[in-house]
């Protein structure tokens, strides 16, 4: 089990990244993202588990303090193992690093944060597609370079999930207001 942190967009980028995950379902490709029923998002932090009354505070303090911000979907990617995973390459910037550092530096100390998540290291990615097969990337690949995928989106919110065999629903934040 394990916590992700997870930022949220509005419904058009949402819709736009769910029709890849249909067009996975529907090929027999892949259906974990539409069976987790989790929401489109731009993964920024991941590590064990903590209470999250811990950081409740500063979780809504964090939220209270940031404006929406714009992301960009430079590339496709794949992290590469037994069971690849397709995705959405975001573009680093200013605003996205510094929100990472911050959430970095709420959670390190109530928890272990993965190596691959620590500042300087994280791939900031939107998943397409996870636990694929080998063979089929490639045809994962056209779906999704054939899809209107979004090449920007406006970041309104967080949420922080905790992932095992199932992930419960996020606690969810919105930059100027909780919701």
Same mark, same amino acid.
């Given at each position: 089990?394990?916590?992700?942190?997870?930022?949220?967009?509005?419904?058009?980028?949402? !819709?736009?990244? $769910?029709?890849?995950?249909?067009?996975?379902?529907?090929?027999?490709?892949?259906?974990?993202?539409?069976?987790? =029923?989790?929401?489109?998002?731009?993964?920024?932090?991941?590590?064990?588990?903590?209470?999250?009354?811990?950081?409740? !505070?500063?979780? &809504?303090?964090?939220? =209270?303090?940031?404006?929406?911000? !714009?992301?960009?979907?430079?590339?496709?990617?794949? /992290? *590469?193992?037994?069971?690849?995973?397709?995705?959405?390459?975001?573009?680093?910037? &200013?605003?996205? $690093?510094?929100?990472?550092?911050? /959430?970095?530096?709420?959670?390190?100390? &109530?928890?272990?944060?993965?190596?691959?998540?620590? *500042?300087?290291?994280?791939?900031?990615?939107?998943?397409?597609?996870?636990?694929?097969?080998?063979?089929?990337? *490639?045809?994962?690949?056209?779906?999704?370079?054939?899809?209107?995928?979004?090449?920007?989106?406006?970041? =309104?919110? /967080?949420?922080?999930? !905790?992932?095992?065999?199932?992930?419960? $629903?996020?606690?969810? /934040?919105?930059?100027?207001?909780?919701?």
């Amino acid at each position: 089990m394990h916590h992700v942190v997870q930022l949220f967009f509005g419904p058009e980028a949402e !819709e736009q990244i $769910r029709s890849v995950w249909h067009s996975f379902a529907e090929e027999e490709i892949s259906r974990q993202a539409l069976d987790s =029923n989790g929401r489109p998002h731009v993964t920024v932090m991941s590590s064990v588990p903590y209470a999250g009354a811990s950081v409740m !505070e500063d979780f &809504v303090s964090l939220a =209270n303090s940031v404006e929406p911000f !714009e992301v960009t979907f430079s590339h496709i990617g794949i /992290f *590469p193992g037994k069971e690849p995973v397709l995705f959405l390459g975001v573009t680093h910037t &200013v605003a996205l $690093r510094t929100l990472h550092q911050r /959430f970095f530096d709420l959670i390190s100390p &109530v928890a272990e944060v993965f190596e691959f998540s620590k *500042p300087d290291s994280f791939v900031f990615h939107c998943t397409l597609g996870f636990l694929l097969r080998s063979q089929d990337l *490639p045809r994962a690949v056209e779906l999704a370079y054939a899809a209107p995928l979004p090449t920007k989106a406006m970041v =309104n919110g /967080f949420g922080v999930v !905790e992932c095992g065999q199932t992930a419960k $629903r996020p606690e969810s /934040f919105a930059f100027g207001a909780r919701i």
